[in-house]
């Protein structure tokens, strides 16, 4: 079935570092990829998607890259803040007259001022 | 507003005994979704209702019951609870079914907290 594979864990930087979150995904059919950000009290929030291979998303200074070809799809930021300290969640979304929606199991991310 | 709500936020449950989670969204979205998350692991979605159809997974089919009694509201039954039903559960729409899944982005609420003792 479906699945999505996601950095482990935690990752602990310090301000201004760059961010790289690894997400691999595994599916049958040509699916929307999708990174969510979620605060601690609150819901996961949409950050950004991409629907097609080498389609760009981006949000708030975050991106990342659709790869058909490696099957991934990793976040990236160029300088982290403390307040991008969150659980980051990506995620697939595939419509083959089957609906699915996987998410990977999340990364916690600490920055430290 | 796009905000999402569920009640109660914490849920403290019997084994043996009835839950029932609620979910409310004022955004007018066809699509509703219910989500178990266990700590360390990825939210599994449960059943989405799309309008007034309802689409259970189908290893979650015999465990979870829903309704949705109008657009804006969407609940989460369980008949019996067991331990391993301890988990966050959270609710999301999203516009059409169609783009949720494949395109739009889903809204989450804050989630409720149910621990089975």
């Known amino acids: 079935g479906d699945s999505v594979t996601q950095t482990e864990g935690q990752v602990a930087l310090s301000e201004e570092d760059f961010l790289t979150i690894h997400c691999n995904y595994s599916?049958?059919?040509?699916?929307?990829l999708f990174w969510y950000v979620q605060y601690p009290g609150e819901g996961p929030q949409f950050l950004f998607r991409?629907?097609?291979?080498?389609e760009k998303g981006s949000s708030r200074g975050f991106e990342a890259t659709y790869n058909k070809e490696t099957t991934s799809f990793h976040l990236q930021k160029a300088s982290v803040q403390e307040s991008d300290s969150a659980v980051y969640y990506c995620?697939?979304?595939?419509?083959?007259?089957?609906?699915?929606?996987?998410f990977g199991a999340g990364t916690r991310l600490k920055v430290i001022a | 507003d796009t905000t999402v709500k569920q009640n109660p936020r914490y849920k403290l449950a019997r084994v043996g005994k009835p839950v029932n989670l609620i979910c409310s969204q004022t955004?007018?979205?066809?699509?509703m979704y219910w989500y178990q998350k266990k700590p360390n692991q990825a939210p599994k979605l449960l059943l989405f209702?799309?309008?007034?159809?309802?689409?259970r997974e189908a290893d979650t089919f015999e465990k979870f019951q829903s309704s949705r009694p109008n657009n804006s509201f969407c609940s989460l039954y369980i008949g019996s609870a067991g331990l391993e039903y301890s988990a966050m559960y959270l609710c999301?729409?999203?516009?059409?079914?169609?783009?949720?899944?494949?395109?739009?982005?889903?809204?989450f609420g804050p989630g409720t907290r149910l621990l089975v003792l």
């Open positions: 999301a729409s999203s516009r059409d079914r169609r783009e949720g899944f494949n395109q739009d982005t889903q809204y």
């Open positions: 599916a049958s059919g040509y699916p929307a």
């Open positions: 991409a629907s097609r291979d080498k």
């Open positions: 995620a697939l979304g595939e419509d083959t007259g089957n609906y699915k929606y996987v």
């Open positions: 955004m007018n979205h066809d699509t």
């Open positions: 209702y799309y309008d007034k159809i309802l689409n």
